[in-house]
């Protein structure tokens, strides 16, 4: 048996006995669905109803404004403005809006003034302006002896149609589930490449900080050992999400009993009624059923095993050259930056423009390729793009790993002093 081969059973075997990593592999799945279940109900509690009360000097909106779940209005007009100000201090009133007289419309508009110790929502404000805004414009024409039945007649109300050139129907908002999809991906990916880069780190430091490294390095190349644990930590990953996949289905499962939906053909029957009531559902269910689904999860293994080895290895040269996981910190932004750049291109360029310079530029780029690509994929790339981002980005890890094993090397034994960028830059030129 290889000395990589034993490093990789040994970091593998030292991850999944390790109690936090046994806890945490069957704690986070509950953890997860725990959270899920009370956001659920959470939501589903009706907010306290506020009360605002309305002083309408004109008697032209007061009846405009109607009660719901969340706010209630009250007609207190006859009541004066600065005793309703008094009752807000106390807590009788949410807010008080204030609609004086005035000369003209255009005077009104100005004028109108809402009063609360608590300043409120854009939305709810927005609304508030909305409803006078509609009641104004409707006395206006009224005013100017305009037909207002002619005129809402008169309104137009455009809904463009979406096709496509081979005359199938397009969808409006399928380009967001589109996102969603590479944005689930993405986002597993820049996850998984934080949590177990780190494990690789503090790995390192760990076996560099008792000394144990100083044994090891004596039997193995300082190469061999940190591909090993690079490798091994992966596999330990690995294991850990199947194991987080199987939980996750068995409590979907246990979910789907408890509310009485049968798995399986009961859940598709009833997607299937649902959908045969409603064409738009049909047309996203077929357009689903269309997605490059193989090609996704395909991508999303390749990526993540390039996109891990890529990173693992920066983590690991950084971990052998620090004594402790505090004096790491200093070079954990310009990681994590690409990370979130990818995030960022995808969700706000990919979206609207997946086949643009940008996008199609960041999914070559190695850094940022394992999260764009996988967002522009469920949009439709051409395999030689796929590829060719592939080969860059495995090619790059290469690179990375040399450069990353010179820091390595010398780092491993280097203690009591913290290093700088420009003293890794120079661990990188020495040959050995």
């Not at 077929?286 to 293994?301: H, R, V």
């Amino acid at each position: 048996m290889s000395a990589l081969t034993l490093i990789i059973k040994r970091e593998f075997i030292a991850k999944v006995r390790n109690k936090s990593f046994i806890v945490m592999t069957f704690l986070s799945p509950l953890l997860f669905a725990g959270i899920a279940v009370l956001v659920g109900y959470l939501s589903s509690l009706k907010a306290d109803v506020q009360t605002i009360a309305i002083h309408d000097e004109t008697g032209l909106f007061v009846n405009e404004f109607k009660s719901g779940d969340a706010f209630k209005y009250e007609n207190q007009s006859s009541v004066a403005v600065e005793i309703l100000r008094d009752s807000i201090k106390s807590g009788k009133y949410e807010g008080v809006l204030f609609i004086p007289k005035a000369k003209d419309s255009k005077s009104l508009e100005k004028s109108i003034k809402y009063y609360s110790d608590d300043d409120p929502g854009i939305a709810f404000v927005a609304g508030l302006e909305d409803i006078i805004a509609s009641k104004l414009t409707e006395t206006n024409y009224v005013n100017a002896k305009l037909d207002t039945l002619q005129i809402r007649n008169a309104e137009a109300n455009v809904e463009i149609s979406l096709s496509k050139s081979s005359g199938e129907v397009g969808l409006k908002y399928f380009n967001e589930i589109k996102i969603a999809f590479g944005c689930a991906f993405g986002y597993l990916i820049m996850m998984f490449i934080i949590i177990y880069g780190n494990m690789v780190m503090r790995s390192v430091i760990e076996e560099k900080t008792n000394r144990i490294i100083e044994i090891i390095i004596s039997s193995v190349k300082p190469f061999q050992l940190m591909m090993g644990k690079i490798i091994g930590t992966s596999l330990a990953g690995v294991l850990q999400f199947v194991i987080w996949s199987i939980i996750g289905v068995l409590l979907l499962l246990v979910a789907a009993s408890f509310f009485g939906v049968t798995p399986g053909v009961g859940v598709s029957g009833q997607m299937a009624s649902q959908a045969s009531q409603m064409s738009d559902s049909q047309l996203y269910i077929a357009e689903l059923g269309k997605l490059p689904i193989g090609t996704m999860i395909f991508a999303f293994i390749v990526y993540f095993i390039g996109g891990y080895f890529l990173y693992s290895s920066v983590y690991a040269a950084i971990g052998a050259a620090v004594d402790s996981e505090t004096d790491s910190q200093q070079f954990m932004m310009p990681i994590i930056m690409p990370l979130m750049l990818g995030v960022y291109i995808g969700v706000f360029t990919v979206i609207n423009d997946p086949h643009g310079t940008v996008a199609t530029t960041f999914s070559m780029i190695p850094l940022t390729s394992p999260i764009v690509m996988l967002m522009r994929i469920p949009f439709g790339v051409p395999w030689w793009q796929i590829a060719l981002s592939m080969g860059i980005l495995f090619g790059t890890f290469f690179a990375v790993v040399w450069f990353a094993a010179k820091i390595y090397r010398i780092g491993i034994l280097m203690y009591g002093k913290k290093p700088t960028w420009k003293e890794m830059f120079k661990w990188m030129r020495y040959s050995g």
